[in-house]
């Protein structure tokens, strides 16, 4: 297909970033598993909520034991150790339904969502639920995949308007929206497909005006105009600061007085529905979900000292610099699985090309710098947000912030370093590179989620199992190897050749002497591999790794990792780490007491990993 021009529509921006958003979405809407993208538990419950006719978040829900538990059941976010999914689990998944009809009162449990945003962002999603819930009695996992599709659906028609309409910088707000992060939240349950959507339409609409402001603004345009500036006020509320963007549209030949007045009185509007639902929503989320006990005195600090808010700034940029650029560019889930390393190579490089692709540029110095300004506004806003509102009196780095929060603002700090000339053979390059990226994120997310080991070989990294979702040192308890104690810990092999297993010793204070000896047992007791190892000078709260013997031929067949002092030897000073609550979902631990010979079982588990030769 070719425009009068003679291009490609295919190689038109306008065309080509939706086309991999709609491929791409597609492919993840069915990949990635149910309840594995952020937030998506309380995503759902807020729609299911909204489905049954309740618009105020928890007015419904935190009346009691409301919430069917078949829509976490097989939630990704339930499993602590995140196997994989394969196609008998699947199958297994797609058999769960809610009995709409005849509620058991079992099969229903007390859930409170924190999705407490505003209900446009859901109110397309509810009756989705209504109709394939309580009408069609549709299994949870094709609800899932309808309300996933119709947030990507959304996102796609939000991107192609802004691309259609931005004058200038199509190519680069194009590839911002097909970040391998963007097309993991276009094809999730979450309000920010719709967020980010509408922060690249309003930013698009607002350099449409300002190209177009030769002549007075059309009656149409200012009706636009005002719709959006409405619409940034139902989003979170920090984005409420994309307003700023309006002192670039001039006055004097463009707007007359009572178009000016609209526009203030349309801010204010959407400024007090952004303030009027933050102070409902902060209601449910104080009094009912209890959290956040340290924001008023937060607040004060950064009132009365906010030193303290910006050297706690600099701390957390100087952390946690690097991985926010990887979960900007993109992470699986909640940053259980990362990327190949070419992936966050090559999307900087295809932000650079994009800069050669672009034939025209922003003309004054004001819109440049209050693009600038904006987006360090609204940059710095998140950072004050959490500040105040997720972390604690006293925390040296402000909590809770992840990468993909500024995604919707990079076009704000790229259009106005739009100086270059375009290099047309450029362009072909982009084309590949952008289609590398997003077919080797797909892959990617593909292995990380229904291949056993598979997010380790894409990162190039040992197998080692499990992988423990929950991951909390604070909380471990001590089990000491005195003279005669045993753990024993079954699993599951999951692997053909087992080489290696990893603990957690927390407490090590001997001195000289003493062996503990590892054993690998068949669920018959057959000795299948042995090592022997000193524990002098073994750092703590930290993996050990110990070399074993190779097991093989032994997966999906039941093993114990026996672990005790040698014969005649008291290992009292030494103690291994030990989960306080069941966090392996395949086997359970038995401690042996020396002195009185018997074994018991908790519900806890060994702080464990095997390493994997042959999955």
């Given at each position: ?8 529509y295919?190689?038109?921006?306008e ?7 709609l491929?791409a979405?597609?492919f993840?809407?069915?990949v990635?598993?149910t ?14 909520e ?21 829509l976490?059941t ?20 797609a058999k ?5 009809q005849?509620?058991?009162?079992d099969?229903?449990?007390?859930y ?13 999603q ?12 549709i ?33 680069l ?17 979450s ?6 959507g ?9 350099l449409?005006?300002i190209?177009?402001?030769?002549t007075f603004i059309?009656?149409k345009r200012?009706?636009i ?24 549209l001039?006055?004097k ?8 007045i609209?526009?203030?009185l349309?801010s ?14 902060s209601?449910v ?5 209890d959290?956040a006990t340290?924001?008023?005195p937060q ?7 906010p030193?303290?808010?910006f050297k706690?700034?600099?701390?957390t ?5 690097t ?5 900007f ?20 490089f295809a ?6 692709l ?6 004054t110095?004001k819109v440049r ?10 940059v710095?806003?998140?950072f ?6 997720n ?7 402000i ?11 990079l ?5 106005p370093?739009?100086?270059v000339?375009?290099?047309?053979v450029m ?5 590949v590179?952008?289609?590398l ?6 892959i ?10 598979g997010?380790?070989w ?5 197998c ?15 089990e000491n190897?005195?003279k005669g ?6 699993i ?6 087992i ?5 957690w ?9 003493g062996?503990v000896?590892?054993?690998?047992r068949?669920g018959?007791g ?14 703590v709260?930290k993996?050990?790794?110990?070399d074993?013997?190779?097991?093989v ?20 000073q030494?103690?291994?780490g030990?989960?306080p ?13 020396g002195?009185t010979?018997k074994?018991?079982?908790?519900d ?7 390493q994997?030769?042959?999955?």
């Amino acid at each position: 297909m070719k425009s009068d021009k003679g291009k490609f529509y295919l190689f038109q921006p306008e065309i080509f970033f939706p086309l991999i958003i709609l491929i791409a979405g597609l492919f993840l809407i069915l990949v990635i598993p149910t309840g594995a993208n952020n937030d998506e538990e309380t995503y759902m419950a807020r729609i299911f909520e909204m489905s049954l006719g309740h618009i105020m978040p928890n007015s419904f829900l935190g009346e009691g034991r409301n919430y069917p538990v078949a829509l976490i059941t097989d939630s990704y976010r339930q499993d602590v150790n995140l196997w994989p999914i394969d196609v008998p689990t699947w199958l297994e998944q797609a058999k769960v339904k809610i009995n709409w009809q005849n509620r058991d009162f079992d099969s229903l449990i007390n859930y409170r969502t924190r999705a407490v945003y505003f209900p446009t962002l859901f109110i397309l999603q509810a009756p989705i639920m209504r109709f394939m819930g309580p009408r069609l009695d549709i299994p949870v996992v094709y609800i899932y995949y309808m309300i996933r599709f119709s947030y990507l659906l959304l996102y796609l028609v939000l991107v192609y308007a802004a691309l259609r309409i931005i004058p200038f910088g199509k190519w680069l707000l194009g590839v911002v929206a097909v970040a391998p992060t963007c097309l993991i939240t276009a094809a999730s349950i979450s309000p920010d497909p719709i967020i980010f959507g509408v922060c690249f339409l309003f930013i698009a609409w607002i350099l449409f005006l300002i190209k177009n402001s030769e002549t007075f603004i059309t009656p149409k345009r200012l009706i636009i105009t005002c719709i959006l500036i409405l619409a940034m006020g139902t989003l979170k509320p920090n984005y409420i600061f994309l307003l700023f963007l309006l002192f670039t549209l001039p006055f004097k030949g463009f707007l007359k007085k009572k178009e000016i007045i609209a526009i203030i009185l349309t801010s204010i509007i959407s400024i007090g529905i952004s303030l009027g639902w933050s102070y409902l929503a902060s209601q449910v989320v104080f009094n009912q979900l209890d959290l956040a006990t340290d924001t008023m005195p937060q607040f004060l600090t950064l009132i009365q000292n906010p030193v303290i808010f910006f050297k706690a700034l600099a701390l957390t940029l100087s952390v946690n610099i690097t991985t926010y650029l990887q979960q900007f560019i993109g992470v699986a889930g909640y940053s259980y699985w990362r990327f190949p390393l070419i992936v966050y190579i090559l999307y900087p490089f295809a932000i650079l090309l994009a800069f050669f692709l672009e034939e025209k540029n922003i003309q004054t110095t004001k819109v440049r710098v209050v693009l600038i300004l904006t987006g360090i506004i609204n940059v710095l806003v998140i950072f004050v947000l959490f500040f105040v509102a997720n972390t604690p009196l006293n925390s040296p780095t402000i909590i809770g912030i992840t990468g993909r929060y500024f995604n919707p603002f990079l076009p704000l700090f790229l259009l106005p370093m739009v100086f270059v000339k375009p290099i047309k053979v450029m362009r072909h390059f982009f084309i590949v590179i952008i289609a590398l990226i997003s077919l080797m994120s797909m892959i990617t997310l593909f292995f990380d989620y229904h291949v056993m080991c598979g997010g380790f070989w894409i990162a190039g990294k040992p197998c080692r199992l499990p992988y423990y979702k929950n991951w909390g040192p604070e909380t471990f308890v001590a089990e000491n190897l005195a003279k005669g104690n045993a753990l024993n810990q079954n699993i599951i092999a999951d692997c053909k050749t087992i080489s290696q297993v990893d603990i957690w010793p927390m407490t090590n204070d001997l001195p000289e002497g003493g062996n503990v000896i590892l054993n690998l047992r068949s669920g018959s007791g057959e000795l299948l591999s042995s090592s022997t190892f000193s524990p002098v000078g073994i750092p703590v709260n930290k993996w050990y790794s110990i070399d074993i013997p190779d097991v093989v031929g032994m997966k999906g067949a039941a093993i114990t990792i026996e672990i005790l002092p040698a014969e005649g030897t008291d290992l009292s000073q030494f103690a291994l780490g030990v989960f306080p609550t069941n966090e392996y979902t395949k086997g359970e631990l038995f401690i042996k007491d020396g002195t009185t010979g018997k074994s018991s079982t908790n519900d806890n588990d060994l702080i464990f990993k095997y390493q994997c030769e042959k999955p």
